[in-house]
């Protein structure tokens, strides 16, 4: 048994995931394609994994989209988008990645495939690349890579990332036909980053939400673009509080009635040097639908199509907590649970997941009160000393009276939480005792934990 393995987050059959990449609904069907090394289980030889869904829960694994071509000078295919173009066919744009002078620093190249069989089979370029770092005049511009494109007015815009100078940038670009493009601007600036890969540029009526992963948490920008295609911020936030422990590159997929749905890359970086989970590494995120409220904050809900695998579910409503622990009667590694609490100003508790009987292992879930924090402690995930145990957490101010929601997501080595839809921590654990399996809630301080709502169900699997 494979105690680390996720049930119903989607992974490939073997072998190494990262980066989600192109994801598009074409003819009734979601396709998601991802980073891929088909021949191990770490990073290496990037290919272009695939995949198809027509419920966007359950997936069926297809034939490799792209592999390197090794007789051009192609070593990897980096991470990019699929958009359709303007003769109605499914279009690939990707960095393409070799050795020597086409390496990821100095010598990227943006090429294009196309498919002519319904995204079976896919056709480079024939006059690929499509863009070259020369497009850019004198700027000198580092770790080019990873192209977003979405088509407004009948213009195609394209931002890449990189850095410029040693400050990390967004880079903006139009074409007509896919095929011509012009640069536009550097649109954007984080000098406190050296480079910015795998941006996402997503409207919202008359405002633009800029992601990107800085070799850091991911990050999201709320703002407009000026007339010269520079970007302006209203807003900065925080897209997921984990980075490299658990949530990074996202990439967004626009569906038939205008959800904005986001997958982003749960890393295997908390394993460390532990070989408990052979064969396999990465997962991709539960898909999160993002909108945008009145103040420019953006609100990330668990696709509600998910529902669907939960089974054997265990309740309670308006249930006060004043003893120090409670264990509940539902137990495993595959659940979502649910919690709505009314703030009383002074309390300090704690949901704990993956416990075992003796609680030598357990991963918490806290929440202070008088801080105005939340948390993911793994301290005592797993008794294992090869995993990574730090504490993610997140500033969460509620006053007295409000209530707190939170989703929490548990899948043998992944832990989604989601709270009042605005705060994201995802991260990985991997708990060694295969009866670590218990739930518990703790009231840690205060005199009273009001629980409006609990719920806690078991999940299938998704294959």
Not at 31 to 43: A, K, S, T, V
Not at 81 to 97: E, H, M
Not at 159 to 172: A, D, Q
Request: proline share 4%; charged share 25%; aromatic share 12%.
């Amino acid at each position: 048994m494979d105690l680390y393995k996720p049930q119903y987050h989607f992974i490939p059959e073997k072998n190494w995931m990262n980066d989600p990449n192109g994801p598009i609904y074409y003819k009734g069907k979601y396709h998601l394609f991802y980073q891929h090394n088909p021949n191990d289980y770490h990073w290496d030889t990037m290919h272009w994994g695939h995949a198809v869904s027509e419920d966007l829960v359950h997936w069926e694994h297809l034939p490799i989209a792209l592999t390197p071509s090794n007789e051009l000078g192609e070593t990897h295919c980096f991470s990019g988008c699929a958009v359709i173009n303007n003769d109605g066919l499914p279009t690939i744009f990707y960095t393409s990645i070799g050795e020597n002078e086409r390496n990821g620093k100095d010598g990227a190249q943006q090429w294009m495939a196309v498919s002519h069989d319904d995204m079976i089979t896919w056709e480079k370029y024939d006059s690929n690349p499509v863009l070259k770092l020369k497009l850019h005049g004198k700027m000198n511009i580092k770790e080019w890579r990873d192209p977003f494109i979405w088509k407004e007015n009948e213009v195609w815009y394209m931002v890449l990332g990189g850095g410029c100078e040693e400050k990390g940038c967004v880079l903006i670009y139009s074409s007509l036909d896919l095929m011509n493009w012009k640069f536009l601007n550097k649109m954007f600036e984080a000098p406190e980053f050296k480079f910015l890969e795998c941006p996402n540029m997503i409207k919202f009526g008359d405002k633009y939400v800029l992601v990107y992963s800085p070799s850091d948490i991911v990050r999201y920008h709320v703002g407009t673009l000026n007339e010269d295609f520079t970007f302006i911020s209203e807003y900065e936030g925080i897209l997921d509080n984990s980075g490299w422990e658990g949530f990074y590159a996202p990439n967004t997929l626009i569906d038939p009635i205008g959800r904005k749905i986001m997958w982003g890359w749960m890393t295997e970086v908390s394993r460390g040097d532990f070989e408990g989970a052979n064969g396999w590494a990465g997962a991709q995120s539960i898909p999160r639908v993002l909108t945008l409220d009145s103040h420019n904050s953006l609100k990330m809900e668990p696709l509600s199509e998910y529902e669907m695998l939960r089974y054997d579910e265990e309740s309670y409503n308006n249930k006060i907590i004043n003893k120090n622990k409670i264990i509940l009667k539902s137990k495993g590694r595959a659940l979502e649970i649910k919690i709505t609490i009314k703030i009383n100003g002074d309390e300090d508790f704690s949901l704990n997941v993956f416990e075992s009987p003796d609680n030598v292992e357990t991963t918490t879930i806290r929440y202070d009160a008088v801080v105005g924090e939340i948390f993911v402690d793994r301290s005592k995930s797993s008794i294992s000393e090869q995993v990574h145990k730090t504490i993610l957490k997140s500033p969460l101010k509620k006053e007295v009276g409000q209530l707190l929601s939170i989703r929490v997501f548990v899948d043998h080595s992944i832990i989604e939480v989601f709270a009042d839809s605005e705060i994201c921590l995802s991260t990985r654990i991997y708990p060694t005792l295969e009866n670590s399996e218990n739930v518990s809630l703790e009231l840690n301080k205060g005199n009273e934990l009001n629980i409006q709502e609990l719920s806690l169900w078991k999940m299938k699997s998704i294959w």
